[in-house]
């Protein structure tokens, strides 16, 4: 068994030393390469430079993937605030649960591009019955659901002209279902248990909370 030598006996010679013997030690070791000072000139010295130099713009290329990436996902945030301000702005001036509906609606599917955008209530234990017997345990007050979902939930959800995809549902209400809002996707993969339901829960508190005004 090789043991590790106390890193006080180490001096020049032994480093030079151990770097003859492994003259393929920088190979697999572009990080290392980036945090040295190296000299450029001398015979055996210009490579090691020259891979230094490499590893730097290798480096750089990275930083501006990601700094690219960022901007991007910071242009993608400034736009979905604008169209959620807009659209709660809409919301706030409907004087009716079918405004409420009509309007988000309309902002999901021309302003944020979902394919589908519903909004049901359940103003009759008819309305809930038949909501629970289609969609089951995904009418959840505090749990927001997303997934694929089959062609009979996705019409519940949308209206006949749908297809099988995913959703994303948020159901409405305090204490007992009053309703729901869900977003879909003719795509089965769009929605799922890693996606985000911050955006749709806040919406949909908004909406909670105008029907609740309405109803009073």
């Known amino acids: 068994m090789n043991e590790s030598k106390d890193p006080s006996t180490l001096n020049d010679s032994a ?25 450029h000139g001398g015979h055996g010295a210009v490579s090691l430079v020259e891979r230094q130099q490499a590893a730097l713009r290798d480096r750089n290329v990275e930083l501006r993937h990601q700094l690219s990436d960022l901007t991007r996902i910071a242009e993608d945030n400034d736009k979905r605030f604008h169209l959620t301000s807009a659209l709660v702005q809409d919301l706030i001036k409907a004087d009716s649960k079918d405004a409420i509906k009509q309007s988000f ?54 209206g006949p002209a749908a297809i099988a995809g995913s959703a994303c549902i948020v159901t409405l209400g305090d204490k007992t279902p009053e309703g729901l809002v869900a977003l879909g996707s003719k795509s089965a993969n769009d929605f799922g248990s890693d996606t985000g339901t911050l955006f749709i829960e806040h919406v949909a508190s908004v909406i909670n909370s105008l029907a609740t005004r309405l109803s009073g």
Not at 125 to 132: C, G, I, M
């Open 15 to 39: 480093i030079e030393a151990y770097l003859l013997e492994h003259p393929e030690f920088f190979k697999d070791k572009a990080e290392l390469l980036t945090q040295l000072s190296l000299p």
């Open 105 to 158: 609606e309309r902002h999901i599917k021309d302003g944020f591009g979902n394919a589908y955008a519903g909004l049901r209530w359940f103003d009759s234990s008819d309305a809930l019955d038949a909501a629970k017997a289609t969609l089951g345990s995904l009418i959840n007050i505090g749990k927001p659901f997303a997934g694929a979902l089959r062609e009979a939930e996705m019409r519940f959800l949308f």
